[in-house]
């Protein structure tokens, strides 16, 4: 689900489906000293193609007024890891080189312009855009994109030394950063961050207010959401094909040439163009989930310019594609496990007493739903491929078991809409049935940075039984959905490799023992990369660590943010 690369993984750090469902509720080298002056002025937010369902651009938010989940589904299905190439290990993929530091002519005018600030609809916080080239290699005025960005100003009085801009990205690829800034970062980070900091986000290239990958109406989204993700002949297994076919022909028809532009690196060095719009001589950055991958990449190509960076949940960049899918769906088993036990301690736990059978009960009504989809109480009904994704999603936040409980409940007594309700908070799908470009932007992102997993049906096939080993429950639908990129209409631009970032300051990188989206060993293999990497490691459930509840993780991030000082090595948390 955060197929980010099946997952580059999940979408936000508060994918608390509990909140989503009721309501309730990180000597100057850089271009910046080789620029000319500030004197291009952004201009206004940019209107969002599907209109007024889909909130104001930059917004990135749903009808419950909270951002969505963000999401691995490099297709728009649950697990989709979109693309990563290769099939070797860590050890056998090429570094990732940084980036002269000197700055070519033909960007210094995107370096060099200023920030139109303006008061945003939530109050608060500013809004402006930052000019960017559609094309690194060859900027041309007339293709440029305009890339939306929020600020909320440090709140701390006169005792309270400002420190410059922190920006986050909450992941995806896909989730809005200003979204999770206005509705969540802006106001829930730890009072002692605001206070010295200006909080800052903006929406990646093809994100949100950014230009938004377009893919399907939203009846046709409905639809290819719907569509069996476990075929059992070549019927179901044609039709699941069409609807890959169809969803990528439908991104190259209502996208065009941006398809080819929404790489990770292009996002990464977008940011290093907002880093100096803002007068900031580092870039100081929490990234969660996939946005670990951005901060690690920032940090790959631009090693001097690299402040505070903390990468929460993190991806492994040096995996290839299968592998990827294979971890996460592995990542997911843990987390039901992890359920089921908890499930079993209760009495009304409706997978029973047996934490063992949890699995064979939960694959029986998925087997139910696939022959004869629930009832909802309305036109929709829920499919095994929609209760798959419902039950996935609940996975990155411990938090919403007790909702999955109840949802499962009423499932196996033939009513299928809170699962339902659970997929749609997933997919950024509305009440009144919009979605959001969440989905359209994972799968150009995923399956532009690396090639696909699989390009056959015979190729899912080969693999199921390996998928099948990581998760006799989740394995089979997850093996299929890895298929996503292998009709893409545009060809990948990257390929797995290592980040060393050589002469980075030090950078956090934290895992979560049992995070279903992000496996643990990720974040390990991560943090040996990078040449100044340090681990923080989280013993606990759920997806990503900071501000979801463990004082130590809160406040060894806070000290790190605030002092520069990272935790000592080895350090675990519970």
Not at 6 to 32: E, F, M, N, Q, Y
Not at 160 to 177: E, F
Request: charged share 20%; glycine share 12%; hydrophobic share 35%.
């Amino acid at each position: 689900m955060d197929s980010s690369r099946l997952l580059r993984t999940s979408g936000t750090v508060i994918a608390a489906a509990a909140l989503l469902i009721s309501g309730s509720a990180l000597g100057d080298t850089s271009p910046r000293a080789t620029a000319a002056p500030r004197a291009y002025g952004a201009g206004d937010d940019q209107p969002s193609p599907a209109g007024s369902r889909h909130g104001r651009a930059g917004e990135g938010r749903d009808d419950r007024g909270l951002p969505g989940f963000g999401s691995f589904d490099a297709g728009g299905s649950f697990g989709n890891l979109g693309g990563l190439g290769g099939a070797g290990g860590p050890g056998d993929a090429p570094l990732l080189a940084p980036l002269p530091t000197a700055l070519p002519p033909a960007l210094r005018s995107y370096y060099a312009q200023k920030l139109t600030w303006h008061p945003c609809r939530t109050s608060g916080f500013e809004c402006a855009t930052l000019r960017a080239p559609l094309d690194y290699d060859h900027p041309r005025e007339a293709d440029d994109l305009k890339l939306a960005v929020s600020r909320k100003k440090a709140t701390g009085a006169g005792h309270a030394r400002r420190l410059g801009s922190l920006m986050v990205n909450p992941g995806g690829p896909g989730g809005s950063a200003v979204g999770y800034l206005q509705h969540y970062a802006g106001v829930g980070y730890p009072a002692a961050v605001r206070a010295h900091y200006d909080m800052v986000a903006m929406d990646p290239r093809g994100v949100a207010g950014s230009e938004p990958v377009t893919c399907l109406s939203d009846a046709d989204m409905d639809r290819y959401t719907e569509v069996d993700q476990t075929p059992d002949d070549a019927g179901e297994t044609g039709e699941l094909v069409a609807a890959y076919s169809d969803f990528a022909d439908g991104c190259a028809a209502r996208s065009g040439k941006l398809l080819g532009h929404v790489s990770t690196i292009e996002a990464a060095r977008d940011m290093d163009v907002l880093r100096a719009a803002l007068d900031d001589a580092k870039l100081t950055y929490v990234g969660a989930s996939y946005g670990t991958f951005l901060g690690a990449t920032y940090a790959g190509l631009f090693p001097s310019r690299v402040g505070r960076l903390v990468l929460d949940g993190a991806l492994d960049p040096a995996l290839g594609s299968e592998q990827v899918n294979r971890d996460q769906t592995a990542g997911f088993q843990t987390a039901f496990d992890s359920f089921a036990r908890d499930c079993a301690r209760r009495r009304d736990c409706p997978l029973g007493t047996d934490p063992e059978g949890a699995g064979d009960r939960l694959s029986a009504l998925f087997k139910k739903a696939d022959s004869a989809p629930l009832a909802t109480g309305k036109s929709r009904k829920l499919t095994e491929s929609l209760a798959t994704t419902g039950v996935i999603s609940a996975m990155y936040d411990e938090a919403a078991w007790g909702l999955l409980r109840t949802a499962l409940r009423s499932a196996f007594l033939g009513d299928g809409a809170p699962l339902l309700r659970l997929s749609d908070a997933y997919y950024e799908r509305d009440s009144r049935g919009a979605y959001q470009n969440l989905m359209y932007a994972n799968a150009a992102v995923n399956c532009l940075d690396l090639p696909p997993a699989f390009r056959s049906p015979a190729a899912v096939r080969n693999a199921i039984p390996a998928f099948r080993k990581a998760s006799p429950v989740f394995g089979t639908p997850l093996a299929w959905a890895a298929l996503t990129c292998g009709y893409w209409p545009v060809q990948a631009t990257g390929t797995p490799h290592r980040i060393p970032a050589e002469g980075a300051a030090p950078i956090l990188v934290v895992g979560t023992t049992r995070d279903p989206a992000t496996p643990y060993g990720w974040a390990r293999s991560l943090s040996s990369q990078l040449s100044s990497g340090r681990l923080l490691t989280y013993d606990g459930d759920g997806h990503t660590a900071y501000t979801r509840g463990s004082a130590c993780i809160d406040n060894a991030i806070n000290t790190y943010l605030l002092t520069s000082t990272p935790p000592p090595a080895g350090r675990k948390c519970s």
